[in-house]
């Protein structure tokens, strides 16, 4: 248990399907962040939030909606989702933005996408 | 776009053995962060290094920061089954908390 909580650990869900991840820190930290690791890929930084403000976009697509209703709490929005967004999804909290911060993460939602 | 390139991609040796692996760039950072990720698991810090030349070591792991900060090395000595896993360096642009993570060193160790 590393502090960041996300569920579901797993999803399927057709491509018209809608579905919500959901993410969970109560460590105090003020940054929290969206990647998505795809298999011999490196982690792609799809959102950032820093105080509840989304501050970074990576140009993902808009099948992809993040919420961040406050600081302990991120979620992802799905609907319409391709197969080749089929990967693991991960959360990320920080403290600060400090250059010695590190990131805490979750263990991921994998998804499947059919 | 930062180059940023982790090497070997997979590493397989025997328990007991030592190993290093690397991460090189072309790009200054100001910092520089080494995770470990075990399979179904997300990453876990291991180490952040900050000035250039700093080594440090975690039990059986050192790690090096280069002189110029463009290139970091993780040396594994006596590797452990336990150390089996995928090693991520992410360096720090020089401003804002922007992480970018590098593909990626997959280790197996094979007791």
């Known amino acids: 248990e590393t502090g960041v909580t996300q569920t579901p650990r797993h999803l399927v869900m057709g491509m018209t399907n809608k579905k919500s991840l959901k993410c969970e820190q109560h460590l105090g930290h003020n940054a929290m962040y969206w990647y998505k690791q795809s298999a011999k890929k490196p982690l792609e930084l799809m959102f950032v939030?820093?105080?509840?403000?989304?501050?970074e976009n990576n140009s993902v697509p808009s099948r992809f909606s993040p919420e961040c209703p406050n600081s302990s709490h991120l979620f992802l929005h799905l609907h319409t989702l391709q197969p080749e967004d089929s990967a693991l999804y991960l959360c990320?909290?920080?403290?600060?933005?400090?250059?010695?911060?590190?990131?805490?993460f979750g263990s991921g939602t994998r998804l499947t996408v059919v | 776009t930062q180059l940023l390139e982790q090497s070997p991609q997979f590493l397989s040796i025997q328990e007991g053995e030592n190993l290093t692996v690397y991460c090189n760039s072309s790009s200054v950072f100001s910092s520089l962060q080494w995770y470990r990720q075990e399979p179904g698991e997300g990453p876990v810090l291991l180490v952040t290094v900050v000035t250039g030349g700093e080594v440090k070591k975690l039990k059986r792991l050192t790690f090096q920061f280069g002189d110029a900060r463009k290139d970091s090395s993780l040396h594994i000595t006596a590797a452990q089954p336990g150390d089996t896993g995928l090693y991520l360096c992410?360096?720090?642009?020089?401003?804002?908390?922007?992480?970018?993570f590098g593909a990626g060193t997959i280790l197996r160790v094979k007791s």
């Open positions: 939030y820093s105080l509840e403000e989304r501050v």
């Open positions: 990320a909290s920080s403290l600060g933005t400090a250059v010695d911060t590190g990131y805490t």
């Open positions: 992410a360096p720090r642009k020089e401003y804002g908390n922007k992480l970018v």
